[in-house]
């Protein structure tokens, strides 16, 4: 019976549902990244008292994680639309969502 419930559940999972997983954890990557190098940079910059191309560098290099940021978002975006438009309106119940363990939302059609 749990093969048949698992054959199942395999036949009924969307299309896109690896590369939602991905992409939400890529997207969290990026948050991070993000704000550690802004913030992280900045301080350094600042206290250490480095030259201006340090600060440029940190500048560039937080623009380059923000723009990745966005783009993670973006792909996030379409492929919840993509899975809304085929009928599934639910997270996948497997997915992870890279939160703190008090702060993660139930997932699933029973949510």
Request: glycine share 10%; net charge positive; hydrophobic share 50%.
């Amino acid at each position: 019976m749990d093969k048949e419930r698992a054959q199942n559940t395999a036949q009924d999972s969307p299309r896109y549902d690896g590369t939602l997983r991905v992409v939400m954890w890529l997207d969290a990557f990026w948050s991070a990244a993000a704000t550690l190098v802004a913030i992280g940079g900045s301080l350094a910059v600042a206290l250490l008292g480095l030259p201006s191309g340090a600060s440029r560098a940190v500048g560039i290099s937080a623009l380059v994680a923000a723009v990745f940021l966005a783009a993670c978002g973006a792909i996030t975006g379409v492929l919840l639309m993509l899975r809304m438009n085929a009928g599934h309106y639910a997270m996948p119940p497997d997915l992870r969502v890279p939160l703190p363990k008090g702060m993660v939302p139930r997932i699933g059609p029973d949510a």
